[in-house]
């Protein structure tokens, strides 16, 4: 049996409780993938968007929804040696990929500072045209559980505000465009031990600064990997406190809200209090 083919058995079997029912759980709670759709699945390198690909090739094989798929690899500027793991382990994985180029990592790297919010917009920019280009009207990425409650706690921490991750938006600049997140409820660690089972090695991320490296789990010092140590260390302490984040936005009681933004506007509790 072929790779790819152990891969395809075991989302279904083996991970069917840890990744194929999250995977669908957050299809159908958000509303994820519909009739019609023609969903480019992005692909960074990484081991989040390539269980991606197959979970959403798995999908395609066994839902009653008719969508379409294309697998979209851009290369920003990669080294030669990591343009070529991402297609070999494309090819491992039977992920049919179509690459496009940019110059992302030259524009980033003449900007100077710290580039990686500007790689990462440059990036999302350029996976929306052209999945428009090729008649697509969603794109998927590959944020994971971890990735949401991380998101969350930054942006309490680090930028004064309470802000999540959303499952799915649309796109501010290209018009009918929508970005989805099909491992919403997917844990890192299950997509960590999936990579591992079956050896694979992928791309850190799609930064010209960690390409090089295969994926570490806990290496750097970024803020958000102090977030993941930070809810390692609470978990000892308090088993389900990262399940607790993640349903914290969905259970959001704005009678205890002092101020908040709904579309484009504030509000305030004293609008109406005396009323």
Known sequence: MELYQEVERAL?????????????????????????DRIAVCISGGKDSMLLAKC?????????????????????????ENRRRIVENAGRLNIPVEIFET?????????????????????????????????????????????????????????????????????????GMQLIRPLYKVHEEEIIRWRDDYGLSFLRCACRLTEGRSVGDDEGDSKRLEMKRLIRQLKEVYPTVDRNIFHSVHNVSLDTMIRWKYDGREFSFLDGYED
């Open 56 to 80: 959403m090739q798995e999908l395609k094989r066994h839902s009653p929804t008719d969508f379409s798929l294309t697998f979209l690899v851009m290369d920003p500027g990669y080294a030669p």
């Open 12 to 36: 279904t079997k083996e991970y069917r409780k840890r990744i194929w029912r999250p995977f669908l759980s957050a299809l159908k709670d958000y509303r994820l993938v519909n009739d019609g």
């Open 103 to 175: 110059d992302i990592f030259d524009s980033v790297a003449a900007m100077g500072g710290s580039p990686c919010y500007m790689c990462a917009k440059m990036r999302r920019g350029y996976l929306y045209r052209e999945a428009s280009r090729r008649g697509c009207n969603k794109i998927a990425l590959g944020h994971h559980f971890d990735d949401v409650i991380e998101t969350i706690l930054m942006s309490m921490l680090y930028g004064a505000q309470i802000q999540g991750m959303m499952p799915k938006l649309h796109s501010d600049n290209v018009p």
